[in-house]
């Protein structure tokens, strides 16, 4: 299946490549801009959202229809530490307990890199304000870190003492890998001056990565990094 996707991606950008190689007489568009990314669902209980970057050459091919070529760049860091705890049942005078005890020592990140192309369709035209739906199909070169953790832990028992609830020896975890992954959504354009204008939007992002499972630490398996992207850029026209 990833072999699929991937075929797929290559055709779609070489596509793509061939309708700016040979130019329809219509304008070329230059683009840049930032993204504020927010990951859902199980990459959402591991990260916390981050900034990224964007730049992209493109053509017109019609009136209503764009191809842009873009490359992204975005690197989540910091942990979610509300969802990163582990859970153990202890066994005290016979009575048996469930803890959650945080790991704050886990250190985590994402960092992906990749290369898109990007069709974008014009919905309505009021001459200064152009309203777009866009899709993308690209493919990204990503690399996941998390941290060894080795530690003692504790929980409080009911007299405020301290009670021994296991001791942690977790190797650190290193993936890399290239995945397909695919963009939609919206977004505005609104004219500054001349051949500049100024765009914002907001996508859905899935790239078809995968992180592995680290049962000791209670974090499950990532397949798919879901996120939600909110945008805003320059967009010139020669």
């Known amino acids: 299946m990833m072999n699929k996707t991937r075929i ?24 840049a801009g930032g993204s504020y990314l927010v ?19 493109g053509q017109e091919v019609s009136k209503t229809w764009t191809w842009i070529g873009k490359f992204e760049y975005f690197k989540f ?10 859970k153990r049942k202890i066994t005290t005078n016979n009575v048996e307990k469930e803890y959650t005890i945080p790991i704050p020592k886990l250190v985590m990140d994402l ?14 035209d009021y001459d200064y304000l152009v309203a777009n739906i866009n899709a993308g199909f690209g493919i990204y070169n990503w690399r996941s870190m998390r941290s060894e953790y080795y530690d ?15 001791y942690l020896d977790v190797p650190a975890k290193e993936q ?16 500054i ?10 996508n ?18 990532v397949s798919g990094f879901q996120m939600g992207e909110v945008y805003a850029g320059l967009k010139v026209y020669l």
């Open 39 to 57: 990951p859902i669902g199980t990459l959402g209980d591991r990260l916390k959202p981050t900034a990224g970057g964007s730049i992209g050459f």
């Open 193 to 202: 001056y001349g051949p500049l204008w100024l765009g914002v939007g907001a």
């Open 77 to 86: 860091t910091k942990v979610n530490a509300e969802k990163l705890f582990i």
């Open 111 to 124: 960092e992906t890199g990749g290369l898109s192309v990007n069709a974008v369709v014009k919905v309505a």
């Open 204 to 221: 859905y992002k899935v790239i078809m990565g995968e992180l592995w499972p680290t049962l000791k630490l209670d974090l499950e398996n």
């Open 176 to 191: 890399m890998d290239w995945s397909g992954g695919i963009t939609a959504g919206v977004n505005v354009d609104v004219s």
């Open 152 to 166: 003692s832990l504790y929980v409080a028992g009911d007299s405020s003492s301290m009670i021994f609830a296991g």
């Open 8 to 31: 797929l991606t290559v055709l779609i950008i070489l596509s793509a490549c061939v309708s700016l190689i040979y130019p329809q007489n219509n304008r070329f568009v230059v683009t």
